[in-house]
């Protein structure tokens, strides 16, 4: 019977370039030649979903990567240079950020290290609540207002580390908020793996040899910046994930505001435009229509005007152009009121305390937040509420006032049509005059024509909402208004840094861009001094690449493997010209700065006939702890290397000659803290180990065949089962004789010591293939 149940088989009309399961669920993402998308679930390989390519985005997905609790996908672009977050439920597109280079590998990881300072932000990082409302879901599109805000995710850090060309690497959190951007690496990345600890990165690049052919190398980084200070960073980085998702939000609030925007204003713009243009008197538009509202007389341009105005009115209906306006004001209204305040409310909070941060320099300074930087975020912020808030009030002022003068236009062009005049639009108070005689005053002006080539400008709500780097036409009158007033005399406040600026020249459109120009330079500083702060520590080159043969033979064991508490860089490759049959792992230790410890033999026992069990000290000053070990025998009594023993010489003479092997402890260790442990004894059948203290008065019983899970209650006695295993250097002796010798890297003597090296790439590593 096979050992393999095979569950699903399909054909596939596009050949797949790139695939990834998603970490939490039975989902695997797959993307094809043509820039398609592709979500299938395991059961019969059934299609989720399919995203097609979009010329917004691009069409050549070049790399994929799943957030860590498997709700947002993430794929790169490599004709238009973008990365695409997108949303598992429904497909959605829901961030989308340019690179400067093409990226070719992705990886996403969530952060496990664990602290006091961290466990409780966790537990307050939803504070914000108790202080600012619930945004509310956006007209139309609250599905993917709500996705939106889904962005931020878990509190934990979790952080998308981006790799391509030109030794290109970028991290960022949450898969977001960039928080460093990396230099120095050469050549290619075609694999690469940020530690959980986040102490280092490992990078597998393709570089040129010298005989141009494609050399894969092996880099370490060094983010000990990133580790140090994980606290801080994960707080900055919420934050400022934080703040680009409100960004997004006001971005979205203010397209249905746009949406929301009737045109049927500008209409009447272009067709009072073209009666200015033909007419052939000196007379103003504002003139024509005063002398219609004072004296009921008008010329015969502005009767053939009129006349043809009542046609689009008669087929359109007066109700039904006046609920549009109406509608169309409100709606914007409600989404100022609702949305962009209550956004940029949120968005002051969440830069006040990314300023409270910047403050705090012992703990945030060596990250690179800039206080300067973030008070003009603040400012820009500011500016932007009160063009919103300016908004308002055009809109308010538009809608009584557009009222009146449409219900006058409307009577006046069904007597000058001798039509008649419903009772109920026939009457009208002084207080409908005055509106009148303002909207004409205020929209059909002469200075109209003198800035912009234009006599009038009806509709003013529009101006705000046009993406445009000019000016208003129709700027608000601050005529009269006492508080600027006392601004401008004020010699003290007219430059105080504690008043936003209000640009009443430009849109609220121009002020949003300005504002997310500002906020996205604050946001650059620490991912540049972060990024500085990485240093290479390891480079090694592993083999180079004929041409034509394939070299993407590189993967890396992201996940632990083989010790649940090690902390370790696997990278698993081939070497096809050289060993066909040959898989090659290289391990690696994912702190680079970790010493490189030298431990003595205290005492030692065979605890059956494969195992050896050990006492260790650390030899050094600074490292005197206590270890007790397991040492498997078969691979160092397996030694084919004989040593020809000279009689005539003591063993200490020719201890240079007796060949090593390296053993690989993995988790059969354990430190043994708050004891000077000296002795042992062990019994291998009852599988029990005593240790006994130097001054022989303090004693350790241990099960040692207990498995780690029943064993969590003596973890905390284990302060470094996170770190690498061991590996013990022992000798194999001649026959008739013994003797214990541990080697350092250079080869040197170290009486009677067990070293701990931190990588391995050895045959006995190589899986043969037969």
């Known amino acids: 019977m096979p050992a393999f149940r095979q569950v699903g088989e399909k054909q596939l009309p596009n050949p797949v370039l790139c695939m990834a399961w998603s970490p939490k669920r039975d989902l695997i993402a797959l993307a094809n030649t043509t820039g ?72 996403w990881m969530e952060v496990t290290e664990e602290n006091s300072a961290l466990s409780s932000f966790y537990n307050s990082e939803d504070e914000s609540k108790l202080f600012l409302p619930k945004l509310p879901t956006l007209p139309k599109s609250e599905e993917k207002s709500d996705e939106i805000m889904n962005l931020l995710g878990e509190v934990r850090l979790n952080v998308l580390v981006l790799g391509g060309d030109a030794g290109f690497v970028e991290l960022y959190a949450y898969g977001m908020y960039k928080i460093a951007t990396l230099t120095g690496v050469s050549g290619t990345c075609r694999s690469l793996s940020l530690s959980s600890d986040l102490k280092s990165l490992s990078v597998i690049t393709e570089v040129r040899s010298a005989d141009n052919n494609p050399e894969i190398c092996y880099i370490q980084l060094d983010t000990g910046l990133l580790s140090d ?33 009737e045109d049927i204003l500008m209409q009447m713009d272009l067709r009072l435009t073209k009666f200015v243009q033909e007419k052939n008197t000196n007379t103003q538009v504002q003139d024509e229509f005063l002398e219609l509202l004072l004296w009921g007389q008008s010329s015969d341009k502005l009767i053939l005007f009129d ?38 409310e949120a968005l002051l909070y969440h830069l006040s305390e990314v300023k409270g941060m910047c403050l705090w320099k012992q703990k945030f ?84 024509f003198d800035r912009k080539g234009k006599y009038f400008n009806v509709e003013r709500v529009g101006q705000y909402l046009k993406d445009e780097d000019e000016d208003l036409v129709s700027p608000p009158n601050t005529k009269g208004n006492q508080w600027l007033k006392f601004l401008q005399e004020s010699t003290h406040l007219k430059e105080s840094p504690l ?73 698993l490759f081939c070497m096809p010209e050289v060993s066909p049959s040959k898989l090659y792992l290289l391990r690696k230790g994912t702190d680079p700065n970790r010493p490189n410890y030298i431990y003595s033999c205290l005492d ?118 996170d770190q690498d295993g061991l590996d013990a250097s022992m000798t194999s002796q001649g026959p008739g004789e013994e003797s214990v010798e541990a080697e350092d890297e250079g080869g040197e003597q170290k009486g009677a010591v067990f070293q701990k090296t931190e990588e391995h790439l050895e045959s006995e590593e190589a899986l043969e293939l037969s």
């Open 229 to 261: 200070c994980l606290s801080e960073v994960t707080r900055m980085a919420r934050k400022f994930t934080h703040i680009s998702t409100l960004l997004q939000y006001l971005h979205l609030s203010l397209t249905c505001m746009c949406e929301a925007w």
């Open 36 to 107: 398609e998308l592709l979500l299938h679930r395991l059961a019969s390989f059934q299609r989720v979903w399919s995203l097609p390519p979009s010329e917004c985005t691009g069409k050549e997905i070049t790399a994929l990567a799943w957030r860590p609790d498997g709700k947002i996908l993430a794929f790169s672009l490599g004709d238009t240079k973008q990365v695409v977050l997108c949303g598992v439920e429904k497909a959605e597109i829901l961030h989308v950020f340019p690179m400067q280079h093409p990226v070719t590998c992705m990886h």
């Open 307 to 344: 006349c043809c105005l009542y046609n689009i009115f008669s087929s359109q209906g007066l109700k039904k152009l006046g609920q549009s306006i109406e509608s169309s004001y409100s709606s914007i209204q409600k989404l100022v009121i609702s949305h962009l305040q209550s956004g940029s």
């Open 499 to 571: 008043l936003f600026p209000s640009f009443p020249q430009k849109s609220l459109h121009f002020v949003k861009r300005m504002m997310e120009s500002v906020i996205e330079q604050c946001l650059q500083k620490p991912a540049e001094v972060i990024g500085k702060s990485v240093k290479q520590a390891v480079f090694l080159p592993l083999y180079t690449v004929v041409t034509g043969v394939c070299v993407n033979v590189i993967c890396f064991l992201r996940y632990r493997w083989n010790d649940k508490k090690a902390k370790m860089h696997y990278v």
């Open 604 to 721: 030692a026992r065979f605890y059956d006939d494969e195992m050896l069990t050990v006492v260790l000290q650390g030899s050094e000053e600074e490292n005197r702890r206590r270890v007790l070990a397991q040492l498997p025998l078969a691979s160092a009594l397996s030694c084919e290397t004989e040593f020809n023993w000279q009689t005539h010489l003591r063993l200490d003479q020719q201890s240079g000659a007796i060949p090593c092997q390296e053993l690989v402890l993995g988790n059969q260790w354990r430190e043994l803290e708050s004891m000077k442990a000296q002795f042992v004894a062990v019994n291998g059948i009852r599988k029990v180990a005593c240790v006994l203290s130097a001054n022989l008065r303090h004693i350790r019983v241990f099960e040692m065949d207990v498995e780690d899970e029943d064993d969590e209650g003596a973890d905390s006695q284990n302060a470094s089962a």
């Open 365 to 448: 300074e060596p990250l690179g937040l800039d206080s300067a930087a973030i008070e003009g975020a603040i400012t820009a912020v500011g500016s932007f509420s009160l063009k919103a808030n300016e908004l308002l009030q055009v809109i308010d002022k538009s809608m009584k006032n557009f009222k009146a003068f449409f219900r006058w236009l409307y009577v006046a062009m069904l007597r000058m049509c001798e039509e008649h005049v419903p009772p109920e639009l026939n009457k009208m108070t002084q207080k409908d005059i005055a509106f009148v005689a303002d909207f004409l005053s205020e929209h059909f002006s002469e200075e109209l």
